[in-house]
């Protein structure tokens, strides 16, 4: 092999090696199996903590949870725990392998979005028929109060903007990227989606709340970013609540 040949053959060994640990590239950069074990960690205490204090809670959820501040705060700190869980477990991982980038199209994640917004609408709405899941978690009020428009206001940016951002990063994001490095894409999007149901410690509605996490990891995988899931979770739960008190209350 001649001299020139030779610095073609290194050249292209350095192009193929920039390539299999590019950025993006999760299989490239995996995440550390403890992360994998502390994750299923976070994941079952939660759903442990949700579970029990659903059955410790007798009887109806009462209506106007949104409507107080105590429940706008206790989730804001909830959410901050949890937040702080997450970025201890994302530590030294790549962004891009956490999903923390953008996506290659913002058009194919806005296509991926709205799919994947009409996909749970219908989903839920066949589901719910039989389910009436949304009696069973009591959390969307049945109407508007004007006199309670404060704290309400309180728990709408929480749940629209706290909640989707912290979920997302510890599901779609963290989970996601130690549960595709263990066992692949497909096992990221069910394992995920299953915990994220669960997470919720609901009965009745864990089918409807799994196909919800597997709507958004599937937005998740395709897009090759977290962001989309996120503003797929908000616009899910911001116009949810919107037309509790509009609509559906008839405010």
Same mark, same amino acid.
């Given at each position: 092999m001649s001299i020139d040949e030779r610095a073609a053959a290194a050249v292209t060994d350095d192009v193929a090696a920039s390539e299999e640990?590019?950025?993006?590239?999760?299989?490239?950069?995996?995440?550390?199996?403890?992360?994998?074990?502390?994750?299923?960690?976070?994941?079952g205490v939660l759903a442990t903590l949700s579970?029990?204090?659903n059955l410790a809670?007798?009887?109806?959820?009462?209506?106007?949870?949104?409507?107080?501040?105590?429940?706008?705060?206790?989730?804001a700190v909830q959410y901050g725990i949890?937040?702080?869980v997450v970025v201890f477990l994302a530590r030294g991982i790549d962004r891009s392998v956490l999903g923390l980038r953008r996506p290659?199209?913002?058009?194919?994640?806005a296509g991926l979005v709205l799919a994947g917004y009409a996909? $749970?609408?219908? *989903?839920?709405? &066949?589901?719910?028929?039989f389910l009436k899941a949304g009696e069973e978690q009591g959390l969307v009020p049945e109407e508007w109060d004007p006199d309670r428009a404060a704290p309400f206001v309180a728990n709408f940016v929480v749940v629209v903007t706290i909640a989707p951002i912290v979920e997302e990063l510890a599901y779609r994001g963290v989970g996601f990227a130690a549960v595709r490095s263990a066992w692949g894409p497909t096992a990221a999007v069910v394992v995920t989606a299953v915990a994220f149901g669960l997470a919720h410690g609901l009965v009745v509605?864990?089918? $409807?709340?799994? *196909?919800?996490? &597997?709507?958004?990891?599937?937005?998740?995988?395709?897009?090759?970013?977290?962001?989309?899931?996120?503003?797929?979770?908000?616009?899910?739960?911001g116009v949810a609540l919107i037309a509790a008190v509009t609509v559906a209350g008839g405010g």
């Amino acid at each position: 092999m001649s001299i020139d040949e030779r610095a073609a053959a290194a050249v292209t060994d350095d192009v193929a090696a920039s390539e299999e640990t590019a950025p993006g590239d999760a299989s490239a950069r995996d995440v550390p199996r403890g992360r994998l074990v502390g994750w299923f960690v976070l994941v079952g205490v939660l759903a442990t903590l949700s579970y029990a204090g659903n059955l410790a809670d007798a009887g109806d959820p009462p209506a106007d949870l949104l409507y107080r501040w105590s429940s706008a705060i206790g989730a804001a700190v909830q959410y901050g725990i949890i937040l702080v869980v997450v970025v201890f477990l994302a530590r030294g991982i790549d962004r891009s392998v956490l999903g923390l980038r953008r996506p290659p199209s913002w058009g194919r994640a806005a296509g991926l979005v709205l799919a994947g917004y009409a996909t $749970i609408m219908v *989903l839920g709405v &066949l589901l719910n028929v039989f389910l009436k899941a949304g009696e069973e978690q009591g959390l969307v009020p049945e109407e508007w109060d004007p006199d309670r428009a404060a704290p309400f206001v309180a728990n709408f940016v929480v749940v629209v903007t706290i909640a989707p951002i912290v979920e997302e990063l510890a599901y779609r994001g963290v989970g996601f990227a130690a549960v595709r490095s263990a066992w692949g894409p497909t096992a990221a999007v069910v394992v995920t989606a299953v915990a994220f149901g669960l997470a919720h410690g609901l009965v009745v509605a864990l089918p $409807i709340l799994t *196909l919800f996490g &597997l709507v958004l990891a599937f937005v998740r995988h395709r897009s090759g970013s977290v962001y989309p899931s996120i503003v797929l979770h908000a616009l899910f739960n911001g116009v949810a609540l919107i037309a509790a008190v509009t609509v559906a209350g008839g405010g």
